[in-house]
């Protein structure tokens, strides 16, 4: 059974930092593309940093050199690194793994308010 798991989400200030994990089970980590999706209230999913397998990293304009993604194929965890953190990076943080197929993990939230 494929499992994603992600932890680290909490309520943080503006200008803060989370560091979020993401820790998969029953896929041969190493061979898939990782990364995080975010979906806010009332917009629309979006794509914030993927990882290929070959270390690859890619990000969304809106959190370049603020976010960092990485991954640990040891432990079969990715992570994302948030820094500098902006009220509109107030969403569900969801982590996803792609090769053939495409697996979800439930989400962490991540509130940024004062």
């Known amino acids: 059974q494929v499992q994603l798991v992600e932890s680290g989400g909490d309520l943080v200030q503006p200008g803060g930092s989370l560091r979020l994990s993401c820790a998969a089970s029953?896929?041969?980590?190493?061979?898939?593309?990782m990364g995080w999706y975010r979906q806010a209230p009332g917009k629309q999913r979006e794509l914030v940093a993927t990882?290929?397998?070959?270390?690859?990293?890619n990000y969304d304009e809106s959190v370049k050199g603020r976010f960092t993604i990485s991954r640990d194929n040891t432990q079969n965890t990715i992570y994302l690194n948030m820094t500098s953190l902006k009220p509109e990076d107030t969403a569900v943080y969801h982590c996803?793994?792609?090769?053939?197929?495409?697996?979800w993990g439930q989400g962490t939230q991540v509130t940024v308010s004062s």
């Open positions: 996803y793994g792609q090769r053939v197929e495409t697996y």
């Open positions: 029953g896929i041969t980590f190493s061979l898939y593309v």
């Open positions: 990882i290929t397998n070959g270390g690859f990293r």
